[in-house]
Each structure stands twice: as C-alpha cells, then as structure tokens.
C-alpha cells in the first residue's frame, strides 16, 4: 500500500439496528470537535463518521489509516442490517492476509449479556480485522445492554482520545482542559449541607474542596443547536399539512412506514386474586399481563399494506405521560406556552426532528424524558443555575473527580431528567438546551401474538407485562411504570373503574369503541423468526412469559395452513413456563384448544414458583432437559426447527445449555461436539430466538 494514498483523517464507522451505536458514535464525533483543532492545526487530519454500509461508495478500509468502530450485535450474534454489505465483503476467505497492514483501528461492541452470543459482531469483526493484519491502537471496549450500555462506554470514550493523539504523536501539543470552578462561600456552603436531597449529597469530602475540576466537554452541536417559540402557526407553515403527532425517525429495523394503529380493546390475561384458601397467593410476584388490539388506520405515504406473519414484531410510540410532560413545561416556565409552536432553526444538527410542532407535542413524542442524563447534560445544565451551591453540585456530578458520586446518586438511581430540574430548581434551561440533551423517545416493540385474519388484515394483537419499577432513594412512588406498559395499564384501570368494577375481578375485557386511542406504530424486520413455509417440516416452541405470545400466532397460522396444505402438518411441540398455574398462565384455553385441534401435538408446562420438590420441572430448561431423547430425534432426525422467545434475564443462555445437554446425553457427544451441533443449528437458521428483557 502505497502511504500517500492512506486517507489522513479518523473515520468513524458505525453499524446500529436500533440506533444505539449510532448515537455513540455520533456522541465521539462531537466529543472529537475539542480536540479537532490540535488535529486539524498541527496534523492536517479530519474527523469523518459514516455507516459501515457506506462502503464502496464513500470509504474503503485499503484507504483509511485511521478507523474508530462501534457496532452493536442483532439477531442470534448477527450484524445489524445497515453493516451486511461491509460484513460480506471482508469476511471473503480470499482476500490477502495482508490486505489491511497499513490500518490502525479500534472498536467499540455493544450487546447484551442476556444472550448467548454477546457483542458477537463485535468481537468477531475484531478477529476478523487482526487476522487481515490491521493493528490496534485502543483496547476494544464492550457496552452491555444488561447492566447500562452508559457503565462500559462512558470511560472508554474518555479515554478514547488521548489514545487517538498517542497514536499521531499529537499528545504534547494537547491542554488537556481543567477548568477553574467557583468553590462555594461558608453561607453557601451551610445552605448546600442543609439541604438534604440524596443528589445533592456527597460522600467525598475532598470533592467539594476541589478548587480545579476535570469537565465534560459540551458537544458543540448542543450549543448551536436553535429553537423559536411562535405563540401561532406562522404564515409560511398555514397552508402546509400538519399532522396532529410527528414521528419522522427512520430507523434500520423499520419494515413499513409509520403508520396510525388504534386500540381498539384491552383485555387483562393474567389474574390478579385467586380463592382466599389459595396457599400458593402471593401476590407480590405476580405479574399484571394484558393484551392489546390494534388496528392500522393509515399506512403512512405510499399507502402500501403493512399486513403480518407470524413471528413479526412492531414498533409503537407511545409518548411521555402527560404528567410528565407537564412537570418539565413547569420547569422550563413553558406552563402558559405548551400550544405555542416550536420551530426548529437549525434541522441539521438533528434531522429526526419535526421542522415545526407544538411545544408540548415536542416534549412528549420527541425526548426520553426517564433517561439517565449524561455527564456532559449535567455541565450544561450547570449554567443554567442560579443558585451558587446547586451549580456547583452539578459541576461536581459532571466532572471525572466526581464519577463515584454520579454513579451512586445518579446512574443507580435512575435519577431522570425531571428529577434533576425538581432538585435543582434553580435550573431553568431553554428549551432547546433540554431537547439538545435528551436523547430521541424510543419506540417500544412487541411480537404479534395473533395470525394474520384474511379477513382482517389491519388488527394486530400484542401481550406484555406491566413494568413497574422498585423504589429508589429519589423516588418513593410505588406507582412507577414503565412508559408504554404503564399507560395502558392505567387505561385499563380507568375503564374499569369507570364501569364500576375493579381490576381485581379480573380477565376485564373491555371495549375501547367509545374512547379510542391512536399510537404511531410501525412492522420491525424480523426475517427469520417465521414459521417454516412446509407444514410438514416440525417445530419446538420455547417460551417464558410472555414469551409464549408469538407462538400463540404461530399455532394460529400453522392451522389455516395446515387446512390448504395437502400433505400432513408436522409435530408441533411447545414448552412453556411461567410463575403461577392460576396467575400467569396466559392463553391456557388458546393453547388446550389448539392441542385438542391436534394442532399443537405436545404441550409441557411448568410453574417455576409451584414446583414441590427438587425434580419437578421449575424452569423451560428442567422441561426441555426431561424430554431429551424424543426432542433430540426431532431435532437430529426429522430436522425440527427450535424457536425461543421470552423474556426472562439468563433464559437465552440456559436454553442454549440445555440443549446442549440434550445432545450430549441423546445424542451421546462430547460436550465440545455438543455445543458445535448447537451452533449449526443456528448457523442453518434452525435455532431462531427472539429475546427480550
Ligand atoms: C424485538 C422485541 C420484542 C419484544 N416483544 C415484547 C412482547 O411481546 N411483550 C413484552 O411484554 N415485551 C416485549 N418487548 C419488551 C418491550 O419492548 C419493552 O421494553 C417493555 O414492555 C418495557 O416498556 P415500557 O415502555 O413499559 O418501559 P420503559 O419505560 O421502557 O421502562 C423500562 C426501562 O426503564 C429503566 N428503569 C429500570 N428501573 C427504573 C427505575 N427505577 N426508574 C426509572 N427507570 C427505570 C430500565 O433501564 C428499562 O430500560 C420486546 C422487546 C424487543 C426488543
Ligand atoms: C432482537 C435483538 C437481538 C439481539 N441479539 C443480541 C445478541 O445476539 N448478542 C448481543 O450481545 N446482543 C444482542 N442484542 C442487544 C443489542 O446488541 C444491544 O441492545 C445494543 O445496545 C443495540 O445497539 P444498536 O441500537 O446500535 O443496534 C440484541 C437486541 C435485540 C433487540
């Protein structure tokens, strides 16, 4: 490789499914803007961020020097979608060994420790890159969904640079900014001490003696970043189609446009109470489980069909509660402006938001607004105190001599957004300063747990279970709930109420005709979690949870096929767990039905919090482990496929074990052996799982 046709600059490449990766690496970019300048002065290098996709078209690893990578890992250990062209084109056996000598990089995996094959594209681009002779210049970093993606990536993107000018010689010339910080006066000091809120507290004493801090850069993007309050729709805008709500974010694992799905009913699955001389009542762990219908109004632009399968999953935006919402219009003083309209001067710096919007539709669709607040939120919103000893509390709580404390008071807390503005309420930042720091309102996705209906293409069903959250120090609502979940929890304790009943005399069934509600919602790819097109060919379902709810609509499509088809359907087994066998056991009539239809052929069940002795089955695993010669025939020689989905912490991993086990003792193999058969069962797209936690 000749050197003068190295490209001198850092490029960022990312490969993201839902966005996360994505933003990290945008976060490096902007992180990149300080110490550009000692880049750009002394060394001529820029710093470019692209999608690995891009490939071919605006970058090529035979001509970058330099190359910081983040991906995430889909699927069963897959790339996400916007990474396959890269991914195809240097995992070819044939290329030179030699072929990425001149390249020196480093990678950032994100993944989930829930599933068995964590970060997996990362580590094996890693390898892959090694083995085609690139060479390291940073330590690969690891972000895991499990614990808080925040606990891995934050401290490498601090380092990240110093090991970026190491790699150019360029350290020297760096300042490494430590900024001087107004230590509080003995009145201020003595206001701060009585104030006894958990975030303004410090265990460190010598934290607050610090005279000199270490801070967080503001990305500069954050600061140039402009909103104009408009009290009417200007001029410009009348004639132009508002929607009442705005969801424009394009996402990778998008399979349709966005579209307008109403509810049309709720219907609670799980129970509630059981018989007074029930001994197994416990009611602490049992877990509220509703089902949702929905049906697609709009089709977006283009007005093509979205229709489903079996095994499809869809996004659906919910927005803040209202609340919510209005707690932070409070905060900002907006109370009296939340219809004022809200333009956005500067849509480049974030493309994904709506030129123009009403300011309250802006707060509830557009920010997470539970999300933990980065270090470099709480710098900026530091300059937006008043108050001396809350400013520097915030200061405190941004900078790297203040880390322990961020974590305790802040990350494992949960502390949100709002939490911050009510404790520090000498905070009033601009509008555009909150939206520049809240990261986008995500869509929340649930598998389909209903058949396609010829006759009813446009209503989907889903299942899920209410989140609700523990206690944290900050906050003593025993209420909390998560966003989707929680909001149609409560609709449904509203119209149950409302007809004077009570949650508790459950299986509520209640039609929402007289109060419909409308979500944004959209199909998410899914491409191999579906049913097998040959009926004949078998299949296990695993499910936990409501990880049954998927399986629910494929007994229900394996049936209408089943009809059509003229050769005989295959065995159709399912395990299925969950806590309680009069709580929780959703769809137990479905599923009696479908093995009275001889549509299902076997069904194990098992109750993990009922089980008397050690040897009954407690857990899917116990169930599948006691089944191992009939499963591993269905497996080995009648080519059954295995599908996963649930959403327990672990299951994943214990499902892959147990298998594992079933070959070892079935099928007599080494345990080496064992776990290869395992993974070519899901190289060969026979072991598909769709997990969740
Ligand atoms: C492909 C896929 C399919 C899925 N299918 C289903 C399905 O069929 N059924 C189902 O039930 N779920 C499913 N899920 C999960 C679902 O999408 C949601 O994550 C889940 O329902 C929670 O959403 P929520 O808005 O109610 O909670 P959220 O508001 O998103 O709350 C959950 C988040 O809150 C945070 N948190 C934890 N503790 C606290 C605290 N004390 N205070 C504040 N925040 C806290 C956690 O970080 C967690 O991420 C699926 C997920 C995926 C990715
Ligand atoms: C459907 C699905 C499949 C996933 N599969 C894996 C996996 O096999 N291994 C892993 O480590 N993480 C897996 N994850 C977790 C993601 O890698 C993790 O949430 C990551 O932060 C997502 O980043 P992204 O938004 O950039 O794609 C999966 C997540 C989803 C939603």
């Not at 035979?62 to 250990?77: D, L, P």
């Not at 509203?494 to 209640?510: F, N, R, T």
């Not at 409308?518 to 491409?527: D, G, H, I, T, Y």
């Not at 672990?650 to 007599?668: H, I, P, Q, W």
């Amino acid at each position: 490789m000749d050197d003068q046709s190295v490209r001198r600059r850092v490029l960022i490449l990312y490969g993201s499914e839902t966005g996360q990766s994505e933003a990290i690496s945008q976060q490096i970019h902007d992180q990149c803007d300080h110490h550009l300048e000692v880049l750009t002065d002394n060394f001529n290098i820029s710093v470019e961020r692209l999608c690995l996709d891009t490939i071919g078209d605006q970058y090529s690893l035979e001509t970058e020097q330099t190359v910081v990578f983040v991906v995430s890992t889909t699927g069963e250990g897959e790339p996400p979608q916007n990474a396959l062209k890269f991914y195809r084109k240097y995992r070819k056996r044939a290329l030179p060994k030699s072929l990425l000598s001149h390249l020196r990089y480093c990678l950032l995996a994100l993944g989930d420790t829930n599933y068995e094959r964590f970060a997996n594209f990362g580590k094996d681009l890693d390898k892959r890159l090694q083995e085609l002779s690139a060479k390291k210049f940073y330590d690969t970093g690891f972000g895991d969904d499990a614990v808080g993606l925040e606990l891995g990536v934050e401290p490498w993107i601090e380092n990240l640079f110093t090991a970026v000018l190491n790699h150019f010689n360029a350290y020297s010339s760096l300042n490494v900014p430590i900024v001087d910080v107004k230590l509080l006066t003995p009145v201020e000091r003595e206001m701060s001490a009585k104030d006894n809120c958990l975030l303004m507290q410090t265990t460190d004493e010598r934290l607050s003696q610090l005279d000199q801090l270490n801070l967080p850069l503001i990305p500069s993007k954050f600061k140039s970043f402009q909103l104009k309050l408009h009290e009417t729709l200007p001029e410009e805008y009348v004639d132009k189609c508002l929607p009442k709500e705005f969801y424009f974010q394009t996402l990778p694992v998008m399979d349709s446009k966005v579209f307008d799905a109403t509810l049309v009913e709720l219907r609670q699955l799980s129970t509630d109470s059981v018989a007074d001389n029930d001994e197994t009542d416990s009611r602490c762990d049992a877990k509220t489980i509703i089902e949702a219908t929905m049906r697609i109004e709009s089709e977006g632009e283009g007005g093509c069909s979205v229709g489903h399968e079996a095994g499809d999953s869809f996004g659906v935006i919910v927005g803040n509660y209202d609340e919510e919402v209005n707690q932070v219009l409070h905060s900002l003083d907006l109370s009296g402006k939340r219809d004022f309209y809200c333009e956005v001067l500067t849509p480049e710096v974030f493309p994904h938001l709506p030129k123009i919007c009403k300011v309250y539709d802006l707060i509830k669709y557009y920010l997470e607004l539970r999300s933990v607040p980065k270090k470099s939120c709480l710098r900026h919103l530091a300059d937006f105190c008043d108050n001396p000893s809350q400013k520097r509390r915030l200061l405190e709580l941004s900078s790297r001599e203040g880390g322990e404390d961020y974590n305790r008071v802040v990350r494992n807390q949960f502390a949100g957004i709002l939490d911050i503005l009510q404790v520090f309420d000498s905070c009033r930042p601009p509008l555009d300063v909150l939206v520049a720091n809240s990261p986008c309102f995500a869509p929340r996705y649930y598998s389909v747990c209903n058949a396609p209906d010829p006759l009813n293409r446009n209503q989907f069903k889903i299942a899920f279970s209410v989140t609700t959250f523990e206690e944290t120090l900050l906050r003593k609502d025993t209420q909390l709930f998560g966003v989707f979940t929680g909001t149609l929890f409560r609709l449904l304790r509203h119209e149950v109420s409302a007809q004077g009943d009570s949650v508790d005399q459950c299986l509520a069934k209640l039609s929402l005709e007289s109060n419909m509600k409308s979500f944004k919602a959209f199909k998410r790819k899914n491409p191999y979690f579906k049913l097998p097109s040959n009926v004949s060919i078998p299949i296990v379902m695993v499910g936990a949870g409501t990880g049954v709810a998927p399986f629910v609509g494929f007994l229900g499509q394996r049936q209408l096929v089943s009809k059509r088809s003229t050769v005989p359907a295959g065995e159709c087994w399912l395990f299925y767990g969950c806590r309680h066998s009069r709580r929780d056991y959703i769809y137990e009539r479905e599923l009696k039905q479908y093995q009275s239809d001889k549509v299902l052929t076997q069904l194990y069940v098992c109750f993990s919090r009922e089980s008397v002795d050690e040897k009954s089955p407690k857990y899917v695993q116990n169930l599948i482990q006691n089944h191992s010669t009939a499963l591993y025939r269905l497996i080995d020689v009648r080519k059954a496929i295995v599908y996963v989905c649930g959403d327990l912490k672990g299951m994943a991993t214990d499902v892959f074990n147990a298998l594992v086990s079933v070959v070892e003792t079935a099928g007599k193999q080494s345990r080496e052996n064992a776990v290869k058969y395992v993974r070519e069962l899901q190289s060969e797209k026979r072991y598909l799982q769709d997990i969740w936690t």
